[in-house]
Each structure stands twice: as C-alpha cells, then as structure tokens.
C-alpha cells in the first residue's frame, strides 16, 4: 500500500474542491489497484459528482436546504449553524474507494473526485489518498 496527506486550502465559506487532478498526480506510476480517499475531518466529505456545470453549487444549495445553518443544532461550538457541519458526512461520506487500471481513474467521462468542506471556521483540510494494488 502506498499513502500520501496532502492540504487544501479550502478558505472560509462552503466549497466543492476538485481534487482529481491530485489523486491523478499521487496514481502516477501505479498499476491496477484502488483509490482509497479519506478526509479526516468531523466537518468534511468526499464526492463524486461533475465539477464545472453547476452540479457543485447544486450539491452546496442541497446541503444548505437539507441541513440550514440555524440555530436548531444542539452542536453549537464555532459560528452560528456550524453543528450542521458536524452532521454533514452522515449526508456526504468522508472517503470514496475508486478503481484504478493502469494507473489511471477509472472515472465516468464528466465524473469528478471532490472534496466537499461546509466549514468556514476550517480553512484548511488534509485529504490522505492511499493506493492499494491489485
């Protein structure tokens, strides 16, 4: 297996970050195998989706209709509303497994590995990518 942390600087309002170009760079050399992408973070998730047309401000209004940025939360440490941040991986997984051939992702032609952060009071995120060869 191999492992690499990278940082995002995902700055202080809610953002869909594309992180395919990076899980591109780290795969560089590898075979046939999986793509494991984890945020640890309580705060942040990981997605699949296309990137560029609009999909990524949609997932952002969704989660905003779905998980408002209120006072109902009982998590309330940080900005107003921030214990919906805090439930957000229950919605958006905080890993994503993807097959890899030929050291390549074998993603679908508008398909898109993204980081998915709706924290503002965390600038910065570390996302681990770990190959596992098959």
């Known amino acids: 297996m191999r492992s690499e942390l ?4 995902t700055g202080h309002s809610a953002v869909v970050h594309d992180l395919t170009a990076a899980a591109r760079a780290f795969l560089a050399g590898t075979g046939d195998g999986l793509l494991h992408v984890f945020v640890p ?7 699949v989706l296309e990137t560029g047309s609009g999909s990524d ?5 969704a989660l ?8 109902r939360w009982r998590h309330r440490h940080g900005t107003p509303g921030h214990g919906r941040d805090h439930v957000l991986p229950a919605f958006v997984s905080p ?3 993807l097959p890899v051939l ?3 992702l074998a993603l679908g032609v508008w398909q898109s590995v993204c980081l998915v952060d709706t924290n ?4 910065q995120r570390q996302v681990r990518f770990s190959f596992l060869a098959g």
Do not use: F, K, Q
């Not at 990278?6 to 600087?9: E, G, K, L, M, P």
């Not at 401000?57 to 209004?61: C, K, Q, R, S, V």
């Not at 905003?64 to 209120?70: I, V, Y």
């Open 6 to 9: 990278i940082t995002v600087r």
């Open 41 to 47: 973070h309580a705060t942040a998730g990981v997605a």
């Open 57 to 61: 401000e949609d997932l952002l209004a």
């Open 64 to 71: 905003d209709t779905l998980l408002p940025r209120d006072d």
């Open 95 to 97: 890993y994503a497994v």
């Open 102 to 104: 030929g050291g390549e």
């Open 120 to 123: 503002g009071d965390n600038p």
